[in-house]
Structures are given as structure tokens and as C-alpha cells.
């Protein structure tokens, strides 16, 4: 995704917001005791904030699946 697509936003900074909903998401999954899903949740974070700290033009490798 890129500001080129009609998108306002930055991949760093939708990605940046999909960590902040998925850790919303994670601790209201949490509350209401369904553990799979808030750690599901969890690893989206954590990949979503992974995708935040790439390089704007992507730069990962060749294997990265991003």
C-alpha cells in the first residue's frame, strides 16, 4: 500500500494503527476470557508493528512476505 494507490496514509502508519486496534482488540478478548483470540490478536499487533519499522520503500529481502 502507497500514498499513489488514493490512500492519504503511509503503509508505516496504517500499519502503526492496525497494532493500536489489534492491542484494543486483544485486551477486550482478554476481559472476556477467550485466550486464543487475544493472542491471535496479540500476533497481529506484533506483526503490524513489525511492518511499521520497515523501510518506507519496503526494503526488506526477497523472502520477507510483506
Known amino acids: 500500500m502507497n500514498q499513489t494507490d488514493g490512500n492519504p496514509y503511509s503503509q508505516s502508519e496504517m500499519a502503526r494503527y492496525i497494532a493500536e486496534m489489534a492491542r484494543e482488540l486483544a ?22 508493528l513489525a ?12 523472502t520477507d512476505r510483506h
Not at 476470557?33 to 500476533?43: K, V
Not at 511492518?51 to 526477497?62: E, K, L, M, T, V
Request: proline share 9%; no cysteine; hydrophobic share 40%.
Open 51 to 62: 511492518i511499521s519499522r520497515q523501510p518506507p520503500n519496503g526494503g526488506g529481502d526477497a
Open 27 to 48: 485486551a477486550m478478548a482478554s476481559e472476556r476470557g477467550m485466550p486464543l483470540l487475544r493472542y491471535l490478536l496479540e500476533m497481529a499487533r506484533d506483526e503490524a
